[in-house]
């Protein structure tokens, strides 16, 4: 997984690229550094760029919506499509976690 990040204004916005898996875990600090050091209200994740989502990166996002909710800052998930999407879909996150098309 790769990613880039732009702030603007009101929110941090991060475009998430490849494939979030098990191996990509070390990388998550470096997003979590990002939400705390965030003076932004919102937390995007824009994942139109990414391929593939196991179950550890589902449980990725279950952690970064927790560090942003700890922080009253909001996360919205931006994007997912085809099977991303339907993992996202499968294990009910959108109950949890803002997810937009």
Same mark, same amino acid.
Not at 72 to 80: A, C, D, L, Q, S
Not at 81 to 90: A, P, Q
């Given at each position: 997984?790769?990613?880039?990040?732009?702030?603007?204004?009101? !929110?941090?916005?991060? =475009?998430?690229?490849?494939?979030?898996?098990?191996?990509?875990?070390?990388?998550?600090?470096?997003?979590?550094?990002?939400?705390?050091?965030?003076?932004? =209200?919102?937390?995007?994740?824009?994942?139109?760029?990414?391929?593939?989502?196991?179950? !550890?990166?589902?449980?990725?996002?279950?952690?970064?919506?927790?560090?942003?909710?700890?922080?009253?800052?909001?996360?919205?998930?931006?994007?997912?499509?085809?099977?991303?999407? =339907?993992?996202?879909?499968? !294990?009910?996150?959108?109950?949890?976690?803002?997810?937009?098309?």
């Amino acid at each position: 997984m790769d990613f880039k990040t732009t702030t603007t204004g009101d !929110a941090t916005e991060v =475009r998430l690229t490849g494939r979030l898996e098990f191996t990509d875990h070390d990388r998550l600090s470096d997003l979590v550094n990002l939400v705390e050091q965030s003076q932004a =209200r919102r937390f995007v994740l824009d994942l139109s760029g990414l391929e593939f989502i196991d179950s !550890a990166g589902l449980g990725m996002l279950l952690i970064l919506q927790d560090e942003t909710e700890t922080r009253n800052i909001k996360m919205i998930v931006r994007g997912p499509t085809g099977d991303v999407r =339907r993992s996202i879909e499968l !294990a009910r996150l959108t109950e949890i976690i803002t997810v937009e098309s």
